[in-house]
């Protein structure tokens, strides 16, 4: 059973950093496989994709460009969104999603993911 557990979330103020963590297990194979996208939602707002690294490269949302980075730890299965600069409009739920099969490029869509994390909350607010 293919589990994404997020981590790493929580209250930071304007200016500040957080790291996120995204946790695969139950993959048929290595996460290296699959490209892994990370998404937020905040309150009365649609879902927006956020980023996504592949073996293909990376994707970034114009509104996090320069101040999110994708690293991935194919040793431990994870993928990290590391957030810097962070500001009110990034306050949200955070999710991350992994397509059902495995393949070289991003999705965008979140409707081409098929397994999601719990998410985490992040606020920022001073």
């Known amino acids: 059973q293919v589990q994404l557990v997020e981590s790493g979330g929580g209250l930071v103020q304007p200016g500040g950093s957080l790291r996120l963590s995204c946790v695969a297990s139950?993959?048929?194979?290595?996460?290296?496989?699959?490209?892994i996208g990370w998404f937020r939602q905040a309150p009365g707002k649609e879902r927006e994709g956020v980023s996504c690294?592949?073996?293909?490269?990376?994707y970034y949302a114009d509104s996090v460009k320069g101040r999110f980075t994708i690293p991935r730890d194919n040793a431990k299965n994870t993928v990290y969104l590391q957030m810097n600069s962070l500001n009110p409009e990034d306050t949200a739920v955070y999710s991350c999603a992994v397509p059902k099969y495995a393949g070289p490029f991003c999705y965008q869509e979140s409707d081409n993911y098929h397994y999601w994390g719990q998410g985490t909350q992040v606020t920022v607010s001073s």
């Open positions: 139950g993959l048929s194979l290595d996460l290296d496989y699959y490209p």
């Open positions: 690294i592949s073996r293909m490269g990376t």
